[in-house]
């Protein structure tokens, strides 16, 4: 039986991962704050991912399982201005939900996973955790603080010869609740704002459907690196 662990399931690329996912036979387990799937072999656990979280509900879920995808998608941009401007730094807050919730619960998975089990993890990063992007040190920071994660860990495994899988994607830019935010900042606070009009004027932004397809797709073939993007 395949169990997929998927965290912020409400919208956005996190539910179509999970639709996705169940149409592809997976159960899936979502983890967040709300949710509307209905779909049979679908579970969720109502949590807020900036709080501290005990995972023990993993136990039970993954007895059973023979292989066990957990992606960490659940993330929040924070506020979008250069950080002498800001009146405080929300960036504990962007850590949590972006950085400290995905390694927290990639622990609780390999502890209470069996090694029979195959166990691959997907961590949801950006490409602003690539490059230096001005009004998002938060976001990109706590993007580069994933993908580094993401290398250790699967050092990690290697060393101890289990068959987990670590993954750090960037999706590229994906039409979600998370662009219209960006849209929203006025250029004085985000120099890079114009771009992304001009992306969405033109119709560029990727289908949150297409990139969940393309993501399991480049995973069953065994095709992604540790650190990776979706092209
Ligand atoms: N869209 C893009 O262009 C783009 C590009 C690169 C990377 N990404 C990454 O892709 C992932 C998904 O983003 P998206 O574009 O789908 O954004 P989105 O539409 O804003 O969705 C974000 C998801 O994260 C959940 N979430 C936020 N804070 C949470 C918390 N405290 N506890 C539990 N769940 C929480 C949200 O749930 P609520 O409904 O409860 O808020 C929602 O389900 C993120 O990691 C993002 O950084 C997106």
């Known amino acids: 039986m395949k169990r997929a662990i998927i965290t912020g399931v409400s919208r956005g690329l996190g539910k179509a991962l999970a639709e996705t996912c169940l149409d592809q036979g997976w159960n899936v387990l979502g983890i967040g704050r709300s ?10 656990e109502e949590r ?3 709080e501290q979280i005990e995972f023990n509900f993993l136990d039970a879920y993954l007895d059973g399982a023979t292989e066990i995808l957990l992606i960490n998608n ?16 929300d960036i504990r807050k962007v850590f949590e939900v972006n950085f400290l919730a995905a390694v927290e619960l990639s622990h609780a998975l390999l502890k209470a996973r069996r090694p029979e089990q195959k166990v691959s993890i997907v961590n949801i990063s950006s490409g602003a955790g690539r490059r230096a992007i001005p ?15 993401s290398l250790i860990l699967q050092e990690e495994e290697n ?38 009009h001009q992306l969405k004027e ?20 065994g095709t992604l690196e540790v650190v990776d993007r979706l092209s």
Do not use: C
């Open 135 to 149: 009004s998002w040190a938060a976001y990109g920071s706590s993007k580069a603080a994933l993908d580094h994660f």
């Open 35 to 44: 949710t509307d799937i209905q779909s049979g072999g679908f579970d969720f």
């Open 159 to 196: 060393e101890k010869g289990s068959n987990t899988r670590i993954h750090s994607l960037a999706p590229g830019v994906v039409d979600t609740g998370m662009q219209e935010q960006i849209r929203k900042v006025s250029p004085e606070d985000f120099s890079a704002v114009d771009n992304f």
């Open 74 to 89: 659940a993330g929040i941009l924070g506020e979008v201005r250069r950080i002498s401007d800001q009146e405080e730094t």
């Open 202 to 221: 033109t119709n560029s932004l990727r289908q949150a459907e297409d990139v969940a397809q393309n993501l399991l797709k480049r995973l069953s073939d």
């Open 48 to 50: 807020d991912l900036s």
